[in-house]
DNA sequence: TATGAATGAGAGTTCATTCAT
DNA sequence: GATGAATGAACTCTCATTCAT
């Protein structure tokens, strides 16, 4: 009986993360303050009442989401650097990111959301700086791997070549996801490789 | 008559800016989404009925605000620049904006809110992407000018090193407006002075 | 300088009696309660405090529409009985009234209105069943002069046919306004016809 | 536990049924356009929420309450003529609807609110003419039903005798209604017996 | 475990009206 | 005489949430 139990739960658990997933897009789309159950009720056929019985309070779900989107978003790029050794296409493959490999700029709307979400949310800004810093410390990494590796000529600070890294990652991201028809995807991508090379003295 | 109507008006438009001022400290303190009507009233002792007769709709208000608060954000890097020369200087000075010199991070978290707002506001959108241009224009020709007058040494093309200096810009004052400890406003100065360095070949 | 107070007056009052014929147009359209100041500003181009100036309160308003209309209804169909000696061509001339000719169905419209605001209004109702009375006697003059005229051969009292007759007009005028396609104002007239011949007994 | 539910809908199916009786009282009083949710709400101590959640918006709930009334309206006309056989007396019966017999004049003021809701609703417009015609055709049976009894004498099509004495009904309904005192409801009543005595052409 | 019924709190918006010019 | 500015009151509607099943 325990079993039947187990599998159960484990079937509700399925569900949940299938709810969570959707939930996802409905967020990037609305926006966090926009989302109402009802919309997430609409995108998943799942009532209100259960929503609710899964996830608690509005504010829980969308935490939830953003935990979740945090989670997903770091998991694929770590799948992603899975196969590659070289530490100039590691750091190419996370700046992909932005170029709208990873979800189309679902990922990216969320980061924004939970960062924003964050501002107002003591607990939830502690996670989110906890991401940020697993972001640095994985590209400072690299950088360091690349030094050693003779790859790079810098005499900055890894760390510190990381964040200007993650910057130009965040900051070019802006326009691509707003559109802007003078910095498209593809444009990102070059005038961030071309920075990111200046500033990892890129051999 | 017409001059004592004048005057009225004049005193109509006086109030109606100085309400819009302060609402802007309530968009950026709240988030856009989480400004009710009932906020700006307690914020600035004007009644609801009021503020629409001013604004119009909520959105109205708000499109009102991001309008206000793009226009002073660069008035006040104008005013900043007008006493500077040197290249490298008006670079730090736009810079510095970063720092929270102009404006704690009001300015900053409105830009980050009328962003977010473009996103779903076509018409919003248009000014933002212009408002974008116009940065990246003020930018390119510092460089231009810097090139010119050989105190950088770069041979990338102005407007694209316009735009990655904007986007280290908007990058690092990320965590910076999040509180993040690891990235304080005077460290986020530094590394962006450095990465700007590298960037325009800074002599 | 009296003269030109009274010209002045006389004009403002020619302007209140446009002002008030445009009204009648709203109303009939709106109906009575869904009628806001600011519909009869945007019909008329006159401001709505000019309306309060003119009018006073909205009720002020609307009842002066109804009066208006009342009058302008019970005068329109004196003018037309004018030429007309035949006392069952001078009841069709009235009969008519149903089929639209008089001003579309503005002035059915209307006598709805003023009768439903009526009914919560005693001031307004003891002038609607004032009309009312007037309406009666007026058929019932025409009744009774067509059967000295030996045109009608009824034993009814004429004012009973009178009121007969009256309802019948109100009652194929809903159909009718409504439009109903089984009862179009051409069939209503005939249908009228038929029926007040057989009240009168018309020879 | 399909049973329990079944009957909490059954239950809830109830209580809105309730509530609507009461709200056609309210209607009918106020009107419709100055019937507010508040108003039913102090009527039947139901709150706003749930009156909106059984009905939806308010023109939702005054569609309903229509539809209630002319549904009712009929059902107790034909309970009313269950027991009558003679075409005549059956004509007689209906016409007591004028008298008031039937729920004072809730249920004409109601017939006139969604009258006149239904000039500007084009999907009630449609309804109502759908009742329109069905008080018709019962009208129209009982007329060739009279002819053949040889209790009428009359060579007009029965359709159009029906719609002349639904025009006198409804027509000598409008001054009862108001309260003249020069038509009150027993008059109004000898009035349509003699004019629906001479139209059918009784014997 | 899952879900529909019911409801209260809160917000935007409309609109008549008052006041000053 | 005529009109714009300002404002409070009223109302509808959305939505999260609680309760019962």
Chains 1, 2, 3, 4 share one sequence.
Do not use: N
């Amino acid at each position: 009986m325990s079993e039947v139990i187990g599998e159960a739960r484990r079937r509700s658990a399925r569900k949940r993360a299938d709810v969570l997933a959707v939930a996802c897009s409905v967020v990037a789309e609305r926006g966090a303050d926009a989302t109402r159950f009802a919309d997430v009720t609409a995108a998943t056929g799942v009532g209100v009442s259960t929503l609710q019985y899964y996830f608690g309070t509005r504010e829980d779900l969308l935490i939830a989401v953003f935990r979740f989107a945090a989670q997903s978003d770091f998991d694929a790029v770590g799948e992603r650097l899975a196969g590659v050794a070289d530490p100039w296409e590691r750091l190419m493959a996370i700046a992909s990111h932005l170029t709208g490999a990873i979800g189309s700029d679902t990922g990216w709307r969320l980061w924004v959301e939970s960062w924003r979400w964050a501002l107002r949310d003591p607990e939830l800004r502690a996670e989110v700086l906890g991401d940020y810093t697993r972001w640095h410390v994985l590209l400072a990494e690299i950088i360091t791997a690349g030094v050693s590796a003779g790859r790079f000529a810098t005499d900055a600070v890894p760390m510190d070549v990381a964040r200007q890294a993650l910057a130009l990652i965040d900051g070019l991201a802006l326009p691509v996801a707003l559109g802007d028809p003078q910095v498209t995807g593809a444009m990102a991508g070059d005038l961030l490789a071309d920075a990111l090379g200046r500033l990892t003295g890129l051999r």
